[in-house]
Structure formats: structure tokens, C-alpha cells
């Protein structure tokens, strides 16, 4: 398959520590790259490789790897996180392909 | 101070043409790989295509529903890259974004979009 599957949407109480999920089969060979889309804005890439956040990223964004499971982490998240977050990986179905994951919405509480 | 501009939307009919284009300033573009990701109204993000350097052999790969109909290309000279769209579709109505790509699927830097409306 040449999917990856968020969940739409997560919610978290500010400070307090949440997980965004990727599943792919892809994500069994490559790693995925994560990037937060406020509203009206570009994308911004905040995680890539293995867990190396860009400048300017707060290391309170983290990235794990398990099988066809890939995870960012936000831990304490603050209101400025709320967000759209898009994971990114390499399709499946042709290596030299890529494809970004449905997104999931997070809402800070 | 990176800066890609891109230009070139706006609203066409079905089955017509639009070529994008994204003028890029702060990076050596030459040694750039330069991707194009679409973003329908209310939708997530796409993978258009992407270009590799001229020295990485400026190779290019679509992704299946723009494949044989949209073309990336360079021009380092003038440090700029373009989207040549083709037999338009209304289902390719959407922000056009240019990145600047550092590996496979890691898009660093962004444009603030262009907008393409296939319409009749």
C-alpha cells in the first residue's frame, strides 16, 4: 500500500504530553518527516530522519519509530501547538515516490 | 534569508494550461532538490513531483494522478523552478506549494503558495 494512516483528530490538556501517529508499510524501511500546518500558513517542517528537529524546533517535539509505526511526540505542549501535522515518507509502491499521511488535528485544551 | 516566491495561479478552465513558477533566493539552488506539494481547499497536503539537482542528474518523478500531464523543470541560471500543468482537471484546484527538499520526503524550506482554480 502506498498509504499512511493518521487519525484525524487527537486533543491534549495544556502541559500535558500527546502522541500523533503514522502507520505505513513504507515505515517499515524508511523514516518519516513530520510538518505542523497553522491556518493560512505553509507548512513548517519540525521533525526528520532519526528525531533530528530543524533550528528553531522546541525539543519538546520528539519522533520514535516502531514497525509500520511512526510517532511524534509533543511533550508539555502549549497552545501554539495546535495544529495540523502531516507525516511524510517514501511510497511504498515506488521508492523513489513520496506521500504525506491524511494529517490529524491536534486541539490543545 | 531563504525566500521562495512562487507565482503563476489562478483560475483556468478545464482541459487548458498554467505554468507555476517559484523564484527562489538565500540557497545555492543549483545543489537544491526542489519538490512541488499541492494543498486542496480544506484538504491535506500532496506530493505533486520533485526534481533532483542537475549533478544528481535532474531527474524528476510525479506522483500517479498528475503523471504524463504535469512537467517540473529548472532553471539554475536563474535560480527559479516551474510546474508546467497540462489537461487541467477541476480536482487539480489547489495551493501549489514549492519546497526546498533536503532528502526524500524532508521539504525544509516553503513558499507561501500559489492558488490554481480549475473551473468553468
Known amino acids: 500500500s502506498s498509504e499512511l494512516t493518521q487519525d484525524p483528530a487527537v486533543s491534549v490538556a495544556l502541559g500535558q504530553t500527546v502522541r500523533i501517529t503514522c502507520q505505513g508499510d513504507s515505515l517499515r524501511s524508511y523514516y518519516a518527516s513530520w510538518y505542523q500546518q497553522k491556518p493560512g500558513q505553509a507548512p513548517l517542517l519540525v521533525l526528520y530522519?532519526?528525531?533530528i528537529r530543524p533550528s528553531g524546533i522546541p525539543d519538546r517535539f520528539s519522533g520514535s519509530g516502531s514497525g509500520n509505526t511512526a510517532s511524534l511526540a509533543i511533550t508539555g505542549a502549549q497552545a501554539e501547538d495546535e495544529a495540523d501535522y502531516y507525516c511524510?515518507?517514501?511510497?511504498?509502491?515506488?521508492?523513489?515516490?513520496?506521500?504525506f499521511g491524511g494529517g490529524t488535528k491536534l486541539t490543545v485544551l | 534569508e531563504v525566500q521562495l516566491v512562487e507565482s503563476g495561479g489562478g483560475l483556468i478552465k478545464p482541459g487548458g494550461s498554467l505554468r507555476l513558477s517559484c523564484a527562489v533566493s538565500g540557497f545555492t539552488f543549483s545543489n537544491a532538490w526542489m519538490t512541488w506539494v499541492r494543498q486542496a481547499p480544506g484538504k491535506g497536503l500532496e506530493w505533486v513531483g520533485r526534481i533532483k539537482s542537475r549533478t544528481e542528474g535532474g531527474t524528476t518523478d510525479y506522483a500517479a494522478p498528475v503523471k504524463g500531464r504535469f512537467t517540473i523543470s529548472r532553471d539554475d541560471s536563474q535560480n527559479t523552478l516551474y510546474l508546467q500543468m497540462n489537461s487541467l482537471k477541476t480536482e487539480d484546484t489547489a495551493v501549489y506549494y514549492c519546497?526546498?527538499?533536503?532528502?526524500?520526503?524532508?521539504?525544509?524550506?516553503w513558499g507561501q503558495g500559489t492558488l490554481v482554480t480549475v473551473s468553468s
Open positions: 519546497t526546498a527538499t533536503l532528502d526524500y520526503g524532508v521539504y525544509k524550506y
Open positions: 530522519g532519526k528525531n
Open positions: 511524510n515518507s517514501r511510497d511504498s509502491s515506488g521508492i523513489h515516490l513520496e506521500v
